[in-house]
């Protein structure tokens, strides 16, 4: 017997298709000021969306960084996710999820294709495919909070608040300015701990 499909909740649908599809759009605006090494570009930018003194110089860093991680390196793997990402803003997830399946089997090491197939395997109701692309995803770029995000929003939705709070923590730590972050921390820890942020 195959997993059992999930009610989805409207907000939460919502919510999770506004953070994936919002990738491209920023990763299009999004370019580093000043060449520098990847990884070493990555770090700087880390560390300024940790120390972001407002929403708009938080999201503006989160574009670069939606930006460089949205680079597999292949001009083909690139144009998959694309694809996989116009796909998911039509509405057709399943497409969607054939798109970045193709790019997942041509760069596995690739986490964005991960996440967007999450998001098609979300929005079809197979939450558990979701979760083992999310943790995938993870497992390739720790410090993705959108992925973060939909794992969190996910162990929320499943009835597990503990696990999610702990989840939601970890983004609000690396994003501060994430508004989602610091009220499903503040309800959730109200309702498991008794206590808000």
Do not use: C
């Not at 692309?133 to 993705?144: K, S």
């Not at 973060?148 to 999610?164: K, M, S, Y």
């Amino acid at each position: 017997m195959g997993p059992r499909p999930l009610r989805f909740k409207s907000t939460l649908t919502a919510f999770l298709a506004a953070v994936w599809f919002s990738a491209p759009l920023a990763a299009q605006d999004a370019a580093p000021a000043a060449p520098m090494p990847t990884a070493e570009r990555e770090a700087d930018l880390l560390r300024q969306l940790r120390e972001a003194e407002s929403p708009q110089a938080a999201e503006r860093v989160a574009g670069e960084l939606r930006g460089l991680w949205s680079r597999s390196g292949s001009a083909a793997i690139d144009l998959l996710l694309r694809r996989g990402q116009d796909a998911l803003e039509q509405g057709r997830p399943e497409e969607a999820a054939e798109h970045f399946t193709a790019a997942i089997d041509w760069a596995p090491d690739f986490a964005e294709p991960y996440v967007g197939r999450a998001s098609a395997f979300y929005l079809t109701g197979r939450a558990g495919p979701a979760i083992d692309d999310l943790r995938q995803a993870l497992v390739l770029n720790p410090d993705d909070w959108e992925a973060l995000q939909g794992f969190a929003a996910i162990l929320d939705e499943v009835g597990r608040p503990a696990d999610a709070l702990e989840v939601w923590r970890r983004v609000h730590d690396m994003h501060p300015q994430n508004p989602e972050a610091a009220a499903a921390v503040s309800r959730l820890a109200a309702e498991t701990e008794g206590q808000t942020l």
